[in-house]
């Protein structure tokens, strides 16, 4: 796209107040001017000009909760998602193993025993049968659970005599042995013993991870990773070559380091930026370690895994706050999620002004959303995982499902949301999330979770777009289409606040374009 620019003869939803024009320039990667017939404005003569021809531009997507290192990673590992038996599980993770070199790891995930046709627990012995001697490491899909084959074990130490971690656990067998699955921050015993990917092989797979992002029409993301994740960004940043707006979340376990290098709130630059820590509190629904405050329907009295206590919950909080720094923090079960608040309301508001958030927030009670509101705490929410979890969340959860992934009732109440896909988990598509935000059912199904729940293309846009923004404090800066706000907007094929529910899933990307670079352009339109 040329440096002075404008789009014309198009519905551009601009997110602010619901306004709707036809036409906008652009100039040096900021937007100048918004508004109805600019090709007619003399000031506007030499601008460079492109016929929109009726199609909509809505602001860049922005995922709100995305593993983005992980997720490019995760491009060259073996992906077991939508198999529906542990044989087909074997085949692939076989197959996969023979294209690698004889003593190297075999890394992947995706796999979901609720999901098999017949439910059967995955043990090492299973791994070991096909893996030729190589250590194996599979997440399942929630990325809750790992399941490991006997050199994974070895290699890690991992013994019938090592005791469970702090907030995990270790399957065994009637005689005490490990069977390779490991839960919660058990599977770190094994995971952090894996190789890093080389800078070259990353440099790679990064540019397929963006090449995703462009095709979905995302120009930014928060993304939660460790501080390798940070550092690999931080070389593309140097260079020019990060792609995305990226605002970064470092996990608690790095605080101190973060306190010797004095690494503030908002410390970076318009592409990567500090905005926060975050904190794990329990599991997830899939491994049933969700703390909750009911037992899971089915078991003797499992009530999921508190993996950090509320104690420690505002020892971070305060911690991080010496830094200005908000924390994200997971929380899916209902006690989970009231144990945050109760940590939350022992600490302080932050002088910087940024927002704690709670990740996921699957389940809630009623009681605590007035809580939730004042404390400002933003519901950093993934619409996709609800249509993903419907028999998971009447099998485990019952009637209670009724307070889970409640986006109707959360906006009435005037609780700030943000939406994302929590990738690789679910896949990066945010017009996808819009989908399952406004159905609450899966594609072609009627199924619908708690109808009463839904809400409009129109509020799960601006979830995808000022949301995020709000929930990094920078509503100033980002997820309008506003002079003054960077060029950052995707062209869709159909304006999907005026289609029917069913068709919203079917609308494609036609464009992308970031800080007013085109980054993607299908071939039936010019930029």
């Known amino acids: 796209m040329k440096a002075k620019t404008l789009l014309y003869g198009g519905r551009i939803l601009t997110q602010a107040d619901g306004l709707a024009v036809d036409s906008m320039a652009v100039n040096r990667g900021l937007i100048v001017a918004v508004g109805n017939s600019l090709q007619h404005d003399p000031d506007l003569k030499n601008y460079y000009r492109i016929d929109l021809k009726k199609r909509t531009v809505v602001p860049g997507f922005v995922d709100a909760h995305t593993h983005f290192h992980y997720f490019a990673r995760s491009l060259g590992m073996v992906d077991l998602v939508g198999l529906d038996s542990i044989e087909k599980c074997l085949a692939r993770i076989k197959k996969f193993a023979a294209g690698l070199p004889r003593r190297g790891w075999i890394v992947g995930g995706g796999y979901s025993p609720d999901r098999f046709k017949k439910r059967l627990e995955p043990d090492r012995r299973m791994l070991d049968r096909i893996c030729g001697g190589r250590p194996a490491f599979l997440f399942s899909k929630d990325q809750h659970t790992a399941w490991v084959n006997s050199r994974a074990l070895e290699l890690a130490g991992v013994t019938a005599k090592t005791p469970d971690p702090d907030g995990g656990h270790i399957d065994r067998d009637l005689r005490g042995e490990p069977t390779g699955v490991l839960r919660e921050t058990a599977y770190r015993l094994v995971y952090t013993r894996i190789p890093a990917v080389s800078e070259t092989s990353l440099r790679r797979l990064y540019r397929q991870a963006l090449d995703i992002a462009y095709r979905r029409g995302v120009t930014g993301v928060h993304s939660v990773d460790g501080p390798a994740g940070f550092t690999f960004f931080s070389k593309l940043a140097e260079t020019g070559s990060l792609g995305l707006r990226i605002n970064y979340y470092f996990p608690a376990e790095v605080l101190p380091e973060l306190h010797r290098n004095r690494i503030r709130y ?36 499992n009530y999921g895994i508190e993996t950090t206590p509320v104690k420690e919950i505002a020892r971070i909080i305060k911690s991080a706050a010496r830094l200005g720094l908000p924390c994200a923090i997971h929380a899916i079960g209902d006690r989970a999620v009231a144990n945050v608040l109760d940590a939350i309301e022992q600490t302080s508001p932050l002088k910087s002004g940024a927002r704690h958030r709670i990740e996921h927030l699957q389940l809630v009670r009623r009681k605590d959303l007035a809580r939730l509101k004042r404390l400002r705490v933003v519901a950093s929410m993934q619409p996709s995982h609800c249509p993903s979890d419907i028999k998971l969340l009447r099998r485990y959860w019952g009637k209670r499902g009724a307070n889970a992934f409640i986006f109707r009732t959360l906006i009435d109440r005037g609780i700030d949301l943000a939406f994302g896909s929590d990738a690789p988990i679910e896949p990066l598509d945010p017009i996808a999330g819009i989908a399952a935000a406004v159905r609450r059912a899966r594609p072609q199904s009627r199924d619908t979770f708690y109808p009463e729940q839904r809400i409009t293309a129109a509020e799960a846009l601006y979830r995808f777009t000022v949301g995020p923004a709000v929930a990094v404090g920078q509503e100033h800066c980002r997820g309008y289409l506003l002079p003054g706000y960077p060029a950052d907007f995707a062209v869709l094929s159909h304006d999907i606040t005026q289609l029917p529910p069913a068709r919203i899933g079917g609308t494609g990307v036609l464009a992308t374009v970031l800080d007013g670079k085109v980054k993607y352009a299908h071939h039936s339109l010019v930029l």
């Open 266 to 301: 908002g410390a970076g630059d318009d592409f990567l930026r500090v905005a926060g820590v975050k904190v794990f509190t329990d599991g997830s629904l899939g491994s049933q370690s969700a703390l909750c405050f009911n037992k899971y329907l089915g078991s003797a009295a």
